[in-house]
């Protein structure tokens, strides 16, 4: 940690790029890392597996590593730091602090995972505290997780700008996870059907479907009809307060967590609200004709 400060106030005026992850990298992770090179003069990746963040029933163990792996691709890519601290570093004995939210937290992965969020906020806030970073990055695949973290920001006053890269994906639409490298060949085989019900629920949105519930039945019906897949949740939500809708009006995240053997995996397309032609008029006459607002 010292070390890492030591870095990172060498020269306070640089802008830094940071990359939280639990390793075993992907192509998600190094478009992120990009993001990070692109958008500052410095770049600091984490790679630390979070013990809190599973439940005990989830096999932390299991969870894939490849130390020597990830950090070739990091140099590679030109990190500037990577921060790999073992457990005795980030919960040394006596700890006893935990970040947790109240609302953001609780439906989605809270429900299946009620002890998640709370291990993420926590992992992140310290690791916000050693880094300090101009900029944070993470992936739009885990959708509940930018929430939460954005929310966090907000409250506890970190002053850092969020960034949320888009969800990389597998030619098949599988959404790159290191979790993907759990799945027996069958069941490689038959997860594609995740991103093929989010699809189908978002066609339907695209055709005029506005009923949350209609949306979720598009999602139960194309996952039920792959053997492999066991449903935990489908979700038609309010992209900002998690709550799921009867009726879609100012946008909706569609998302889903599937098992397949003891695998579970995440996905989500998130469909913006479109402004009403009200709206716009109005920003327009705000704006006039430049764009610009006066202040
Ligand atoms: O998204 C992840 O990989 C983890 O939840 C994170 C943000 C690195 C915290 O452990």
Redesign the pocket.
């Known amino acids: 940690i010292d070390e890492v400060r030591q870095h990172r106030c060498a020269d306070p005026n640089l802008t830094w790029g940071f990359v939280?992850?639990?390793g075993y990298l992907h192509a998600g992770h190094l478009s992120l890392v990009q993001l990070s090179l692109a958008g500052n003069e410095k770049t600091a990746v984490?790679i630390?597996v979070?013990p809190t963040?599973f439940a005990p029933t989830e096999d932390l163990s299991a969870y894939p590593r490849n130390l020597a792996g990830d950090l070739a691709m990091l140099e590679a890519a030109g990190v500037d730091l990577v921060f790999t601290p073992g457990d005795a570093i980030m919960y040394p004995p006596g700890f006893q602090t935990t970040v947790s939210l109240s609302q953001v937290t609780q439906p989605l992965e809270g429900s299946s995972r009620p002890t998640h969020f709370a291990g993420?906020a926590t992992?992140?806030a310290k690791l916000f505290n050693i880094v300090q970073p101009t900029r944070a990055y993470?992936?739009q695949k885990?959708a509940q997780?930018t929430i939460v973290l954005r929310q966090m920001v907000r409250d506890l006053n970190f002053n850092l700008e969020m960034v949320i890269g888009p969800t990389g994906r597998e030619p098949d639409g599988l959404a790159l996870s290191s979790r993907n490298a759990l799945l027996s060949a069958e069941n490689r085989a038959a997860a594609p059907v995740v991103y093929r019900a989010l699809s189908a629920a978002k066609a339907a949105y695209d055709a005029g479907e506005r009923s949350g519930e209609a949306l979720r039945q598009i999602m139960r019906e194309v996952i039920t009809a792959v053997p492999q897949a066991r449903i935990d949740y489908v979700s038609a939500a309010d992209p900002r307060t998690l709550q799921e809708l009867d009726v879609v009006a100012e946008g909706v995240l569609l998302s889903t967590a599937v098992f397949f053997g003891k695998t579970r995996l995440i996905d989500n397309i998130l469909i913006e609200a479109t402004e009403g032609k009200e709206q716009k008029e109005n920003k327009e006459k705000n704006l006039g004709s430049s764009g610009f607002r006066g202040v």
């Open positions: 939280p992850t639990m984490s630390y979070n963040q993420v992992v992140v993470f992936g885990d997780q």
